[in-house]
């Protein structure tokens, strides 16, 4: 794994989006499909699951450090969190599949990342009641992450202006399809599965110490505060964004020029973007988006 160099891709377009399962998608995520759907969960499996932007490498590292922080302390300097924490349904040029890096962590537990809706998840992982991190992030500042990250991201689509790309995004046509679905189709499986564990992107920058604390009694650990106030020291933003193996500056799919992979990690940037006009129109739409969950979030805190 440590061998595998990310450093010499480069794509010479930026892919196009086409309707998938119903969503939008670009090939990069649907070339492996098959192997996608058949992987193979085991009952320890770990599976984060976001919608893109809404805080999935922070959450990765955080349970990388819970669960091999003390036992692997070389991992932390030695191996990027994307071969740590693969992202499975990803198929990028010139590198082992999602599939293919899932299937070869030598850790127990493994952790594997998606982004893939609730109802393309690998039957697998239901099956064999595995536990699932969700974290949601409010849709005004996903939003807003979603466009820079599209900006500088060579396996995603072009974003065009942030206007146009406000309409996309409120259309549902960005790549894993709409923000509404995503985070209402988890809420309304927590319901019924228990080993699902819903966060707020607000709430960790509200309080990470509490976001940690909970989630290591979801995975049904007892972790020492020191140690807890040891993960949130290694994960504060400012620290992970300086961090060669947490903030993708090791993938060159990504231009660092444009915009960093890790941003701002703040919640209120959308009020940077949101013209009065474009801030109306979007509140009436997801007024009615989403009037039928009980899912409420913060814009500001």
Wanted: hydrophobic share 35%.
């Amino acid at each position: 794994m440590e061998g595998l160099d990310f450093s010499s891709m480069k794509l010479t377009s930026q892919p196009e989006l086409f309707e998938f399962k119903g969503i939008s998608m670009t090939h990069f995520f649907t070339d492996d499909w098959e192997n996608v759907q058949n992987f193979q969960a085991r009952p320890d499996d770990i599976l984060v699951a976001t919608y893109p932007k809404a805080g999935t490498t922070w959450v990765s590292y955080i349970l990388d450090l819970i669960y091999f922080g003390n036992t692997a302390p070389e991992r932390q300097s030695s191996i990027p969190i994307y071969l740590r924490v693969p992202f499975l349904e990803a198929v990028i040029p010139e590198t082992p599949t999602g599939v293919e890096l899932a299937n070869n962590l030598p850790t127990t537990p493994r952790l594997i990342k998606t982004h893939l809706p609730v109802q393309l998840v690998p039957k697998s992982f239901w099956e064999q009641n595995c536990r699932v991190v969700y974290v949601a992030r409010n849709a005004k500042d996903n939003a807003v992450s979603y466009f820079h990250f599209d900006r500088m991201n060579e396996v995603q689509p072009d974003p065009g202006d942030w206007n146009n790309y406000l309409q996309t995004f409120m259309d549902g046509k960005t790549v894993f399809g709409p923000w509404y679905d995503h985070v209402c189709g988890y809420w309304e499986k927590k319901q019924t599965y228990s080993n699902l564990h819903y966060m707020f992107f607000e709430d960790m920058v509200e309080s990470t110490d509490r976001e940690v604390e909970q989630l290591c009694s979801f995975l049904g650990l007892s972790t020492p505060t020191e140690e807890r106030q040891r993960i949130i020291k290694n994960v504060h933003f400012d620290v992970m964004k300086q961090n060669k193996m947490t903030n993708y500056s090791t993938a060159s799919v990504m231009d660092f020029t444009i915009s960093p992979f890790m941003r701002k990690g703040k919640v209120g940037d959308w009020k940077n973007h949101f013209t009065v006009a474009q801030n109306e129109q979007f509140d009436k739409h997801y007024k009615q988006k989403m009037k039928n969950s009980t899912l409420k979030f913060r814009t500001e805190i």
